[in-house]
Antibody, heavy 116, light 106 residues
Framework: QVQLKESGPGLMQPSETLSLTCTVS????????VGWVRQPLGKGLVWMGT???????NYNSAVQSRLSISRDTSKSQVFLKMNSLQPEDTGTYYC??????????WGQGVMVTVSS | DIQMTQSPSLLSASVGDRVTLSCKAS??????LNWYQQKLGEAPKLLIY???SLQTGIPSRFSGSGSGTDFTLTISSLQPEDVATYYC????????FGAGTKLELK
């Protein structure tokens, strides 16, 4: 069955670079897109960016200058890297399969806290 | 960017009630609108895509309608397990989510 699982450090310092990994199973990255969605604590959902089946990427303009999404298809992994972290980047980060009609399967999420 | 406005932000209803949640887009999004359910401590779950298509495994008491800028999610008979926050999501251009409607039991 389709599964996604996020992993990465839980605590980061301001100005550091965040690296998260999304490991997927049950579908191919060469046939499906994977996106990242952030949720600040107690707040709503924000799409951050997506890597599509062909390898192209799209980013939310609000974070585009700091964000990079890549993948390793042989390992079924998608990576998020975001630099210049600030406390407002604190939240739960989800990866989700991104189909033409939106996100259909989601990972459990990983909590990231940015604090000195 | 397309803004999505959900109302109300908080809704209290009783078991068995017919519940209606609203979502308005800042510009025409045709029918490119999904609804997601997020229970406390869980990841969002896709309920409805393309305005009115029910995702596999979702109970038929959930339904969606609308087009253009005005959309509605209806729960025909509220169940205790429906307590959650509901988000609309547009994918006509640069996907965006609404701020959510928190649904609680009265």
């Amino acid at each position: 069955q389709v599964q996604l699982k996020e992993s990465g450090p839980g605590l980061m310092q301001p100005s550091e670079t965040l690296s998260l990994t999304c490991t997927v199973s049950g579908f191919s990255l060469t046939s499906n897109g994977v996106g990242w969605v952030r949720q600040p604590l107690g707040k709503g959902l924000v799409w951050m960016g997506t890597i599509w089946a062909g390898g192209s990427t799209n980013y939310n303009s609000a974070v585009q200058s700091r964000l990079s999404i890549s993948r390793d298809t042989s390992k079924s992994q998608v990576f998020l890297k975001m630099n210049s972290l600030q406390p407002e980047d604190t939240g739960t980060y989800y990866c989700a399969r991104h189909r033409v009609y939106g996100f259909d399967y989601w990972g459990q999420g990983v909590m990231v806290t940015v604090s000195s | 960017d397309i803004q999505m406005t959900q109302s109300p932000s908080l809704l209290s209803a009783s078991v068995g009630d017919r519940v209606t949640l609203s979502c308005k887009a800042s510009q025409n999004i045709y029918k490119y609108l999904n609804w997601y359910q997020q229970k406390l401590g869980e990841a969002p779950k896709l309920l409805i895509y393309y305005t009115n298509s029910l995702q596999t495994g979702i109970p038929s008491r959930f339904s969606g309608s609308g087009s253009g800028t005005d959309f509605t999610l209806t729960i025909s008979s509220l169940q205790p397990e429906d307590v959650a926050t509901y988000y609309c999501y547009q994918y006509n251009s640069g996907p965006t989510f609404g701020a959510g409607t928190k649904l609680e039991l009265k």
